[in-house]
């Protein structure tokens, strides 16, 4: 902690203003590198340590009970670099979670969240080196081993094209009742970032309404898994306008297959297309590096947006693919010699380009084979 006025000593307390609690302590520590010193007593400016106080963590002002105060806590830097955790052990899941919750009531600029479309744990800082120095202390604290990789790109999948009347008609009789359900819908594309919706048009009784939450569900299901290579469809709306039932054979499993099967149909017949997420990237260089920052920028597929001048800095602003962005920091770094900086947050989705799409499909082929 660092002293801000008054004079501190050794065995002694003081309160907790932030959370509104006493603390007591012994050992009063100097820090030298590994080093500790213990000290009697320190004063304004220094930087101390102590150990064991049951409710303090990083941000909160400690204070003398009978004058209170609390100073604001500084604002973090958001986080620059991303990389995925995934346990060596297969058991240690729940321990990651927890033993990283731990570690962010130490390191406010530390953050995790899941990533639902790939499954994935997220941790994010300042940069590799600090990534991998948090990831040392997980490991010395709480016996917890990593292995960290890029994130993967969470891409999805949306159409390009209206298609009307596409019919699929599900039947199936192995002895006994069988299956029979057939569902007629319209399929159009909608604005980016619309999501899913859908209506039901149906007129006369040719499909019992009953029926109708089996339909949305078969295709709610179906949307997580595209036809293009597989990641969720969006931004298209599915109009079920009519179909046929069997007095017996009709069930509602039988409706949640054949949505599912005719959504496939349907994209497919709809020049399905892939979209990659974008992230606004906002850098500030000196001067000297700007031309070479934005051709890198132009490199990865981004769009420069506009630039800034801030002293004898320029803040240059852009969109760019998240994909070509993973491992930004280094580069960065190498480009300006380390005096370069830059914060990136998700801007939109936007279309892969054609020439890239049959790749990502071919990797994504690749990755199922093996």
Partial sequence: M????????????????????KERFGTLMLMQGKKQETVKRAGPGEI?????????????????????????????????VSMAVQPKSKGDEDKIFSS????????????????????????SGMGEIHIEASMGKLKRKFGVEVNLSPPKVPYRETIKKAVTGVVYRHKKQTGGRGQFAEVHFDLTPLERGTGFEFEEALVGMNVPRGFVPAVEKGLN?????????????VDFKVRFYDGKSHEVDSSEMAFKIAA??????GVAEAQPTLLEPVM????????????????DLNSRRGRVLGMDSKGRNQIVRAHVPMSEVLKYAPDLRSITGGRGMFTMKHSHYDEVPSHLQ????????????D
């Fill in 48 to 80: 101390v340590a102590v150990a064991k106080l049951k409710e303090t963590l990083t941000g909160d002002t400690l204070c003398d009970p009978n004058n209170l105060i609390v100073y604001p806590v500084p604002e973090t830097m958001d986080p620059i």
């Fill in 358 to 369: 049959d790749q990502l499909v071919a990797e994504v082929q690749k990755e199922k084979e």
């Fill in 2 to 21: 660092r002293i801000f006025s008054g004079t501190l000593t050794a065995d002694s307390n003081f309160y907790n203003a932030s959370k509104e609690a």
């Fill in 260 to 265: 599912s099967m005719c959504f496939k149909k």
């Fill in 280 to 295: 606004e990237v906002e850098v500030t260089v000196p001067d000297e590096y700007m031309g070479d920052v934005i051709g």
């Fill in 100 to 123: 990283l919750a731990r570690l962010m009531e130490e390191d406010p600029t530390l953050q995790v969240h899941r990533e639902e479309q790939t499954k994935e744990t997220i941790l």
């Fill in 221 to 233: 299901e179906a949307k997580e898994m595209g036809v293009r290579a597989g990641y969720p469809v």
